[in-house]
T-cell receptor, first 112, second 115 residues
Framework: KNQVEQSPQSLIILEGKNCTLQ??????????LRWYKQDTGRGPVSLTI?????NTKSNGRYTATLDADTKQSSLHITASQLSDSASYIC???????????FGAGTRLFVKA | DAGVIQSPRHEVTEMGQEVTLRCKPI?????LFWYRQTMMRGLELLIY????????DSGMPEDRFSAKMPNASFSTLKIQPSEPRDSAVYFC?????????????FGNGTRLTVT
């Protein structure tokens, strides 16, 4: 069964600290994986895409990694800011169709 | 680029009433998706269209839900009759589906409350 599991469910960190969010998936065949950020009251916005051949990709203070062998991805946030408070959703696309499998998200709270 | 536009932003209605949610996708995008988001179930795909044609509606919960896309710039999601368990945030998203590498562009959603 195609599934995407994220951990932790929620996380509280102090401003300026780093954090890492995890995503494990069982989607097959795998096409690519995206991390989305969803601010309260808004729709999700794509942060980064990871394809099968990519191991790491950065977008400012966000760095995503992908291990296609273990089917794991992580999103690392460096020097967190209050504006990073949001839900982070891992989404996996399978090959050949238009199916996207969403994780339940990690709710991040950054405190001053 | 105005992004995906959804209306209304909030809808409060009584059980049994008809509800119509509206979406204007990004111009030039050929795929449109309707999602429902709840705390319990996260984001769930209800239906998606490609070139205005419904491709997969297997996520539509039951016959009370229907969606149309009469042209490339407009889509509606209708619930008739509405029930309290339909309360959720409904998102519309569009994409320029050149393969699977195109991101979904979401609107800001319609928060539906059925009392």
């Amino acid at each position: 069964k195609n599934q995407v599991e994220q951990s932790p469910q929620s996380l509280i960190i102090l401003e300026g600290k780093n954090c890492t969010l995890q995503c494990n998936y069982t989607v097959s065949p795998f096409s690519n994986l995206r991390w989305y950020k969803q601010d309260t009251g808004r729709g999700p916005v794509s942060l980064t895409i990871m394809t099968f051949s990519e191991n790491t990709k950065s977008n400012g203070r966000y760095t995503a990694t992908l291990d296609a062998d273990t089917k794991q991805s992580s999103l690392h946030i460096t020097a967190s800011q209050l504006s990073d408070s949001a839900s982070y959703i891992c989404v996996v696309y399978n090959t050949g169709g238009f199916k996207t499998i969403f994780g339940a998200g990690t709710r991040l709270f950054v405190k001053a | 680029d105005a992004g995906v536009i959804q209306s209304p932003r909030h809808e409060v209605t009584e059980m049994g009433q008809e509800v119509t949610l509206r979406c204007k996708p990004i111009s030039g995008h050929n795929s449109l998706f309707w999602y429902r988001q709840t705390m319990m179930r996260g984001l769930e795909l209800l239906i998606y269209f490609n070139n205005n044609v419904p491709i997969d509606d297997s996520g539509m919960p039951e016959d009370r839900f229907s969606a149309k896309m009469p042209n490339a710039s407009f889509s509606t999601l209708k619930i008739q009759p509405s029930e309290p368990r339909d309360s959720a945030v409904y998102f519309c998203a569009s994409s320029n589906r050149q393969g699977n590498n195109s991101p979904l562009h979401f609107g800001n959603g319609t928060r539906l409350t059925v009392t």
